[in-house]
């Protein structure tokens, strides 16, 4: 209901808006900054409607006849 009621009235929870940001190493000297590269995590909640909004709409223009499904 959450989802749906969101979607209805195109309002997205503020706190869902927000990530944190943590350095992941990729490899070589652990001592230089480049050798990292940044991953933002997100909220679960927020990932998951995501992922409802893109099916929802991929189908919405598919079966509109915008684009051909693959």
Known sequence: MIFETSHN???????W????????YKEG???EV???RPVSKIN???TVMESI???????????NGRISAV
């Open 34 to 36: 480049n050798k990292y």
């Open 17 to 24: 808006k927000f990530a944190n940001t943590v350095p992941i």
């Open 9 to 15: 009235i195109g309002l997205f929870p503020w706190d």
């Open 44 to 46: 679960v909640v927020c």
């Open 53 to 63: 909004i893109r099916e929802l709409d991929f189908s919405r223009i598919c079966k």
């Open 29 to 31: 000297n652990k001592a």
